[in-house]
């Protein structure tokens, strides 16, 4: 039987995980893949200017450690989009869904402006955060134009949220894929100097992000304009006064959702700045691992995505039976998949480390990293998990304050501690990090089983 209602998943709780697992990952398949191709990017700029050297790998650490705390403030924001359109979707409301689409593409556009002045602010001080000066000289003009890059980056992430959460992910998934592969292109010819392009080293790298991400955003909105079957869910007039009560509905999920977020990466980029503390060699290696990590994260990432809005049209619609196994077969999918990325990690880290840089000593410490990041996948892919769906539910003010808890007063103590009291160095870093997704997992998990619990289960 291919179609289950309520009252039947309700009765038959295998039939209800079966039923859920197929569902959710009819949706995230593209988006886990599609995930996977955005990090990619971060992916091939690390390959590339790994190749120039160790200073510009170092240089390159230092810059995603600083960018990825405005981009997933701005990714964690932007979920409000995904969560209010799948509501909406759930109760049929198209009027509900534009306004999130609306909405969601101003608070993009804006967000991005003001990130890129603040990064501008800080490209000013990059030689007084204790890194090696050759190190900050080399970062400054590649993080003012990835700081730009983010511009086109969130405003295409909103009008992504809005397709994904209407349940047409794949469009998106073939827009973003070809801004990769338009990257990877660019990056080839901006880096080296081809086609008479001069070479411009690792800003090559940075413009051809830049590029790229503003092709995503154009081809997104030509896209939404002629997309058939969405003519009712997307903005009739894209671009009119907005309403603050929309904004305020969308920052009420979106604002502690980001602050949830940023913890989790402004401790990981905590520790890439602690790097500059032991040298480039390891800064080389912890841009390494946590390149990896992240790439591995990409696909519950891509999963908790889907769970979000899953989870958020049934809410909507009032189908409280279907919350439980939504939550459990999220968590088995999770767990599956952790189990696989945790073997590739503790066998061939050693393998995967040699593929970005050819030094013996950062081959060593980052394959050291890997085995860190091989233990605590399955914790990671809980916690994610986990966190999205309570974002479904509109929960979000107390799992920020749970993600604060682990990861700034639990998890960077302790990193802090194992490197510099117990001289355990990049290593103990990462084992403190490790410790902090623990914290977030075991505190997560049990919430979202008591939201979820019984049919009137209330917000």
Known sequence: MDKVTGSDTHNFPQMALLHESRLTLRLAFPLMIGQLSQMLLGVADTLMVGHLGVTELAALTLVNSLVYIPFVFGIGLLTGVSVFTSNSQGANDRAGARGSCRHGLYLGLALGVLLFGIGWLVSLQLAHLGQPTAVAARATHFFRIIMASLIPALAAMALKNHADALQRPWPPFWIFLGGVVLNVGLNWVMIHGKFGCPALGMEGAAWATLIARTCILAAMILWLLRAKGLREWVPYRWFRTPDFTDIRRLLSVGFPASLQMLCEVTAFSMAGLIM????????????????????????????????????????????????????????????????????????????????????????????????????????????????????????????????????????????????????????????????????????????????????????
């Open 276 to 459: 500059g503390r032991f040298g480039q060699n390891a800064m080389a290696a912890h841009q390494i691992a946590i390149t990896l990590a992240g790439t591995a994260f990409m696909i519950p990432l891509g999963l908790s995505m889907a769970l979000t809005v899953q989870i958020g049209r049934a809410d909507g619609a009032g189908e409280q039976s279907r919350l439980r196994p939504i939550v459990l077969s999220g968590w088995i999918l999770a767990a599956g998949y952790s189990l696989v990325a945790a073997g590739i990690f503790l066998i061939f880290g050693k393998f995967l480390a040699s593929l970005f840089i050819h030094v013996p000593e950062v081959i060593s410490q980052a394959s050291s990293l890997l085995v860190v990041v091989g233990v605590f996948q399955l914790v990671d892919s809980i916690q994610v998990a986990s966190s999205a769906m309570l974002r479904g539910l509109q929960d979000a003010r107390v799992p920020a304050v749970m993600g604060f808890t682990a990861y700034w007063l639990v998890g960077l103590p302790i990193a802090a501690g194992l490197a510099f009291v117990f001289k355990m160095a990049a290593l103990g870093v990462w084992w403190g990090l490790a410790v902090g997704l623990f914290i977030a997992c075991i505190t997560l998990a049990p919430r979202l089983w008591n939201r979820t619990r019984g049919a009137n289960s209330t917000r």
